[in-house]
C-alpha cells in the first residue's frame, strides 16, 4: 500500500504516516472490535469544508455506546482532530477516516478496559465507484449473501466486523464482473450495498428501505431525502422487493465515498432507460452542489477547516 498522507492524527498527538502503528496482539485485528466513520471534505469557494462532520461524528460515538467502547475525546475533541488533520496535510478534497478500536487491552473477549484507541486519517480519495459511473451508471448484481440479521450484529453501528459481510457482498460481485452488490435483509427485502444506500424512482415517487431493513442509516440517504423532499418529491421509506429495482424507472446508490451513483442495470436487467435518469441526475447535481458550497446550506452541513 502506498503512503496516503504525510501524518494522521493518533490518540491526541500528530504523528508521520509511518508512526501511526498498533501492536500485533491489538484486540481489534482479531475480533473486529473497532467503530469508524467515512467522511468527504470538499473544497468550496470559502475553502475545505467538511460535510456533515458533526454528524458523522456523533454517529461514530453512538457507534462506540452500542459496544460499550470508552472513547476517551469529547466529540468535539473528535471533530478539531479531523479538520486539523485535513489542515496538517494540506488537503483541500479528502476522505476522512476516524476510527476507536480496542488495542492492547489482552486477547480476552471482554476486556476488562474498554479504553479505545482513537485514530484520524485523511487521504484523497475519488470517485469510489468510478467517475464514469457517476454519468453513465453502474452495473450491480442482487448478492447471494444476505445482510445481518437485527438480532446478530447491529448495523446501525458503523463497526469493524460488520465489513465482514459487506466484503463478501462486494467481492463476490467485483469477481463476477459487476461494480457492486446489493444485499437483501434477512426476510428477502432489499436492505442496501456493501457501502451504500438504495433508492428506486417509480412514476415520480421515490423509495428507500426503512431502518428495519438492517441497514446502516446514512447520512447521505438523510441528506437526499432532504434533498428530494424539499423538491416535492414524495419519498416513502417502506419494505421494498427484489423485482421492484428490475421495474424501476430509476435506481441509484448513495454514501459518503460512492456519493450519487446512478444503476443502469440489475442482474444484467436493464434498469429504465440503462443511464442516468432525470430524478437522479437532478438530485445528484443539487449533492454535488451543496457539498461543494454552490447551493444554500441552510442546515449548516458545510464545516469549514480554517474556522
Ligand atoms: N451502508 C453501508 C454499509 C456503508 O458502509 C455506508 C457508507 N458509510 C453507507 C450505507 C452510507 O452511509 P453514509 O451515507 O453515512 O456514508
Redesign the pocket.
Known sequence: MTQTSEVIWHNGEMVPYFQATTHVLSHALHYGSSVFE?IRAYDTPNGPAVFRLTDHIQRLFDSAKIYRMEIPFTQEEVIAACKETIRANDFTNAYLRPFAFLGHVGLGLNPKSHRADMTVAAMEWGAYLGEEGLAQGVDVCVSSWSRLAPNTMPTAA?AGGNYLS?QLISGEAKRNGYVEGIALDVNGYLS?G????LFVVKKGVLYTPPTTAC??P????DTIIHLAKKRGYEVREEPIAREALYLADEFFM????AEVVPVRSVDKITVGNGGRGPITEELQQAYFALVKGQADDENGWLEYVNE
Request: aromatic fraction near 0%; glycine fraction near 22%.
Open positions: 467515512g458503523k459487506s442496501e456493501a457501502g451504500e444506500n441497514i446502516l446514512g447520512l447521505t440517504r448513495v454514501g459518503t465515498a
